[in-house]
């Protein structure tokens, strides 16, 4: 079972990039509908902060205040991948950025069975 996060990197404030979650194994093979996705990141010395998360249709979609109107979720169920875009970057929005999945939407904002191993995003000033 694996949550694979990419498309971190280096960008300028103001700029954006688009995180991807994308999952493989046994428990999500045909399987990846089933489940609610949630994004998540952990700034140096901070906790673990919510961001956003999508239900299994991609129909339901809800943000953390620090991020609405920046950040979008979508998901592509036959590519088994959810989608983190992220706009307007400031400083602030330095971290490693993690997804992860849970059958039950209730669980995917808070604590996902399943965890990527994260990405680092570092937006520069």
Same mark, same amino acid.
């Given at each position: ?7 971190? $990197?280096? #960008?300028?404030? &103001? &700029? +954006?990039l688009r995180l991807s979650c994308? !999952? +493989?194994?046994?428990?999500?093979? $045909?399987?990846? %509908? @089933? ?7 952990r700034a140096p010395g901070k ?5 956003? !998360?999508? *239900?299994?249709?991609?129909?339901? =979609? *809800? /943000? ?7 950040? =979008?979720? +979508?998901?592509?169920?036959?590519? *088994? =991948?959810? /989608?983190? @875009?992220? *706009? ?7 971290? #490693?950025? /993690? ?5 039950? %939407?209730?669980? #995917? ?7 990527? @191993? &994260? =990405? ?6």
């Open positions: 079972v694996q949550l694979v996060e990419s498309g971190g $990197g280096l #960008v300028q404030a &103001g &700029g +954006s994308a !999952a +493989s194994g046994r428990a999500f093979r $045909g399987t990846f %509908s @089933q489940y609610a996705v949630g994004w998540f990141r906790e673990r902060e919510f961001l956003a !998360a999508i *239900n299994w249709s991609g129909g339901s =979609t *809800n /943000y953390a205040d620090s991020v609405k109107g920046r950040f =979008t979720i +979508s998901r592509d169920n036959a590519k *088994n =991948t959810a /989608y983190l @875009q992220m *706009n307007s970057l400031e400083p602030e929005d330095t971290a #490693v950025y /993690y997804c992860g999945a849970d059958r039950d %939407s209730t669980k #995917v904002t808070r604590y996902p069975y399943y965890w990527g @191993q &994260g =990405t680092q995003v570092t937006v520069s000033s």
